[in-house]
Nanobody, 123 residues
C-alpha cells in the first residue's frame, strides 16, 4: 500500500501560480502510476494530469494543457503539479491518486488517494 499527502494549496489571484506536492510513503513510490484530479463544488471529480512510473510520459486534460505541468521525483517519493496562469475555474479541491497499473483518466481505476488540498483562484 501507499499513503499520499497533498500540500501546497491556497488562495491565489487569477494569473498566479501554485505548486502542489504529493508526498508518498509505504510501498516503493516508483511502482505507482500517479495522477492529479480535482473536484469543484457540485461537480464530479475530474482528471487533471498523469505521469508515468519513471516520469518520461505525461498527459493532461485539455482545460489545463499548456498551463499545468506534472512531474515526479522518485528519489524524494513525491509528485508535483506546477500550476501557472491560474483561472477562477481552476478553483477546486485537488487530489493526487496512485495505481500500480496504467489507469488513465477514470478515477475509479485508482486505488489510493490523498485527502486533498484546496486551491482557490480569485478573479
Amino acid at each position: 500500500q501507499v499513503q499520499l499527502v497533498e500540500s501546497g494549496g491556497g488562495l491565489v489571484q487569477a494569473g498566479g501560480s501554485l505548486r502542489l506536492s504529493c508526498a508518498a510513503s509505504g510501498r516503493t513510490f516508483s511502482s505507482y502510476f500517479m495522477s492529479w484530479f480535482r473536484q469543484a463544488p457540485g461537480k464530479e471529480r475530474e482528471f487533471v494530469a498523469a505521469v508515468s512510473w519513471n516520469g518520461d510520459t505525461t498527459s493532461y486534460a485539455d482545460s489545463v494543457k499548456g498551463r499545468f505541468t506534472i512531474s515526479r521525483d522518485n528519489a524524494r517519493n513525491t509528485a508535483y503539479l506546477q500550476m501557472n496562469g491560474l483561472k477562477p475555474e481552476d478553483t477546486a479541491v485537488y487530489y493526487c491518486a496512485a495505481a500500480l497499473r496504467f489507469s488513465g483518466v477514470f478515477s475509479r481505476n485508482y486505488n489510493y488517494w490523498g485527502q486533498g488540498t484546496q486551491v482557490t483562484v480569485s478573479s
